[in-house]
């Protein structure tokens, strides 16, 4: 059962919370809606028919600086619940409040000023109200009279309010207690809310059934109020049992005097009072039962919901972690891309300096007299070599079908060798030892392994400060005379396995740097 309608934001320790109380159809509805001023108004009865049945709070309004929360609560004359389920209503609301901290600053109790007279119920109800809220309580409470417009004159009103103050049995014990009057004379959004500046000042006192309830752990049916709505139904069930005696006496007496008709209508009543008894008697046992499901209901509730804070709370904790994680990763992999950036940039701007090579003079042939041995640095002619790149830690090889030269990572017997040629230590041919395949240019500007009679002539270029380097340049005075054997260029990656080797324009790199090793 849904017990409080809580729209907007729940009230603050801060708020002026006030409870509206009174009979059905007292106007309670009416007058928080002109107080509020609210465009979410709450639903308003035009006849005895109860439109409230649960307790609701209205949206927060300011007044004086300080904001206000008032809250609609059914009658105990509900035309929908009976007085133990309104009970069960109120009590559980006020329990809530209390075990968040938060009390009331006033109540405002409504009567009909217009109503001829102040019948049983009023009293019983209005006495139900004052064991709710006990003794201490009721100098936060405002009596407040409505309906002023329906009378002939405001004197009658006056006369009728001074009547109600005196009567024992109903106002006069209240307001002995510190209670107060006020009159809502006239339908006004000012009259309403100079009712609610007089609670303004006071200090929040916990009511009695909270205490009880709370503090002193008490069944609903062991409070106060508990026991004056018990006493009621008691009474109420006497009445239903005397009725039911002079229907069955009166069914018997129709029976002697063969009156079927009467002593069938006697019985069909009794059958509905005895009903309603029993309904009554299932209310009185039922109440502290009811009662605790609806504490059940709602501790259950407040487990789930702080399991899904606590939950949310740590989703928030993970994913801010993963997040710092992942900046992290992000930070220290720009910071490695920017390393290699300036080592690549160090790199290019150092062999810059290094003319690119005119190809009658660059070269320094070495030629030996005695045994006609051609080499370059540290290449000798007929000499079988590994090319492998330092920057990937590859080496240069033919892939599977034996035609373009890629990277790969091959172990110390395995891996492909080629052989450099030369007559004059200025023109080169590399050819695979394991293929016989020379390594070419085609036409179309890209490497190949070929197996012809007039192969591409290379230049080999040492590159300084590196043991055994060599930049390696097609030499063939043709269209792409000048380029160099490379990874692609100018990536701050790391390639992998498989990589093509192709040939680029020079720009000085160190994709374009060869370690020539004798194998």
């Given at each position: ?116 007279r ?51 049995d109903?106002?006069k ?23 609610i ?15 009880e309830?709370?503090?002193?752990h ?24 005397l ?22 209508e006697?019985?069909?009543e ?52 993963a ?53 370059y ?7 079988t ?95 792409y ?20 080797v ?18």
């Amino acid at each position: 059962m849904s017990v409080t309608v809580e729209p907007g934001v729940p009230p603050s320790d801060k708020d002026v919370l006030i409870a509206v109380m009174g009979l059905t159809g007292s106007g309670k509805s009416t007058f928080i809606n002109l107080a509020t001023q609210s465009p979410n108004k709450l639903r308003v009865g035009n006849s005895v028919q109860s439109c409230t049945d649960a307790v609701e709070r209205a949206e927060p309004f300011d007044l004086d600086g300080r904001r206000v929360v008032l809250f609609d609560t059914p009658g105990f004359d509900d035309t929908n619940k009976t007085e133990t389920e309104i009970l069960r209503i109120i009590a559980f609301e006020l329990e809530k409040q209390y075990r968040k901290g938060q009390t009331l600053h006033g109540i405002i109790y409504i009567h009909r000023i217009s109503d001829l007279r102040v019948g049983g119920l009023a009293k019983t109800n209005f006495g139900i109200f004052r064991k709710l809220c006990g003794d201490a309580s009721l100098r936060n409470v405002v009596i407040m009279t409505n309906m002023w417009s329906r009378l002939s004159s405001e004197l009658e009103g006056r006369r009728r309010a001074a009547e109600l103050a005196t009567l024992d049995d109903f106002f006069k014990p209240a307001i002995a207690k510190g209670a107060v009057m006020a009159h809502h004379m006239e339908d006004t959004v000012d009259s309403a809310r100079a009712i609610i500046h007089q609670i303004l000042k006071n200090h929040p006192i916990a009511l009695d059934i909270q205490k009880e309830i709370v503090d002193e752990h008490k069944n609903i049916d062991q409070t106060s109020a508990g026991v004056a709505v018990d006493e009621k139904l008691t009474k109420l069930a006497y009445e239903y049992e005397l009725k039911l005696k002079e229907q069955f006496e009166a069914a018997e007496q129709a029976r002697r005097e063969r009156d079927e008709e009467t002593r069938k209508e006697q019985l069909e009543e009794a059958q509905k009072v005895q009903q309603l008894l029993r309904k009554l008697e299932e209310e009185k046992s039922n109440q502290a039962r009811q009662y605790q499901l609806l504490q059940d209901q709602f501790a259950e509730a407040e487990r789930k919901r702080e399991q899904a804070m606590r939950e949310a709370e740590e989703r928030s904790r993970r994913e801010a972690k993963a997040a710092e994680a992942r900046w992290r990763q992000d930070l220290e992999a720009a910071e490695r891309r920017r390393a290699q950036e300036k080592a690549d940039l160090e790199e290019r701007m150092r062999n810059m300096a290094i003319a690119p090579p005119s190809y009658s003079a660059s070269v320094t042939p070495i030629c030996n007299a005695d045994d006609d041995e051609v080499k370059y640095r540290t290449v000798v002619s007929g000499g079988t070599y590994t090319l492998y790149n330092k920057k990937h830690e590859l080496y240069a090889t033919l892939d599977r079908d034996e035609k373009y030269v890629s990277m790969k990572e091959y172990g110390k017997g395995s891996r492909q060798q080629w052989t450099f040629e030369s007559d004059d230590a200025e023109d080169w041919t590399i050819q695979s030892v394991r293929t016989g395949k020379y390594l070419c240019v085609t036409s179309e500007g890209s490497l190949k392994a070929r197996t012809t009679s007039s192969p591409t002539s290379w230049k080999l270029s040492k590159v300084r400060g590196v043991r055994d380097g060599y930049r390696i340049y097609v030499n063939d005075g043709g269209l792409y005379d000048g380029q160099v054997i490379s990874v692609p260029q100018l990536s701050s990656r790391y390639v992998q396995t498989g990589e093509r080797v192709d040939v680029f324009k020079r720009f000085g790199g160190t994709d374009e740097n060869w370690i020539i090793e004798d194998d």
